[in-house]
């Protein structure tokens, strides 16, 4: 077996967007996606809502608590890092993840409540950094035409627009935007080739930072 870092691993593929941008629909059909290429594959999301830390977001998202804006900011950070080894481990052992949100999330959504952007970005330093962040793409006023929203915190249209701006400053040439307004079937076309790619190159060695 080879050492160092020219090992083949699992490729850490990030999905981001507004809320009913279609994210969550999409991971699962990528997941059966690779998985039937022979992949393997796990889907992933963040906020985790099954650690005690996961616990107390899911409490403040469902307005069942009150915490400091920085405070919130924090713990969905918290929820990052304390998923971070686990991660690691995943992709080093061959996994790729399939995340729906990521650190974009965590700077999106706190900046758009009026946060420093720098502040907000820097507990995130040292999280291992995505080989691919596909956005999925939609106006705001789309998407919470989508079925309406679920009734959480942020499932506001006026947020949701300020949180567009955000992504739209965090965004780099790197990033795959993809056009969520399109039916699933076509939008899961959009990825299907680029995620593919991402994990073979990834399985050729493509170094983890
Ligand atoms: P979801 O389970 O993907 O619907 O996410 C729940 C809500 O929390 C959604 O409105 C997006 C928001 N959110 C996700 N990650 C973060 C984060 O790291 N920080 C903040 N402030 N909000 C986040
Ligand atoms: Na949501
Ligand atoms: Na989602």
């Known amino acids: 077996e080879s050492t160092g870092?020219?090992?083949a691993r699992g490729a850490l593929i990030v999905l981001e967007g507004l809320d009913r941008s279609g994210k969550t629909s999409q991971s699962a059909r990528l997941l059966s996606h690779l998985n039937g290429l022979g992949y393997p594959v796990e889907s992933w999301r963040f906020p985790d809502r099954d650690t005690a830390v996961g616990k107390m977001i899911s409490s403040y998202l469902t307005n069942q608590s009150q915490l400091d804006?920085?405070?919130?900011?924090?713990?969905?950070?918290?929820n990052r890092w304390e998923k971070r080894s686990l991660m690691e481990a995943k992709l080093k052992s061959g996994t790729s993840l399939i995340v729906d949100r990521y650190s974009y999330s965590g700077v999106a959504f706190?900046?758009?409540?009026?946060?420093?952007?720098?502040?907000?970005?820097?507990?995130?330093v040292g999280l291992l950094a995505p080989d691919l962040v596909m956005y999925l793409n939609i106006p705001p006023e789309k998407a919470a035409e989508r079925g309406g929203y679920g009734g959480e915190r942020y499932e506001q249209l006026e947020f949701q627009k300020s949180v567009a701006k955000y992504y739209e400053m965090l965004s780099d040439p790197s990033w795959k935007?993809?056009?969520?307004?399109?039916?699933?079937?076509?939008?899961?076309?959009?990825?299907?080739e680029i995620v593919l790619d991402c994990v073979v190159s990834c399985q050729k060695g493509k170094p983890l930072t």
């Open 177 to 192: 935007m993809i056009d969520a307004c399109l039916p699933l079937e076509d939008v899961e076309e959009q990825m299907k």
């Open 110 to 124: 706190s900046s758009a409540k009026g946060l420093d952007i720098e502040w907000c970005k820097a507990p995130e």
């Open 69 to 78: 804006d920085h405070t919130i900011h924090l713990l969905f950070s918290a």
């Open 5 to 7: 870092q020219s090992d």
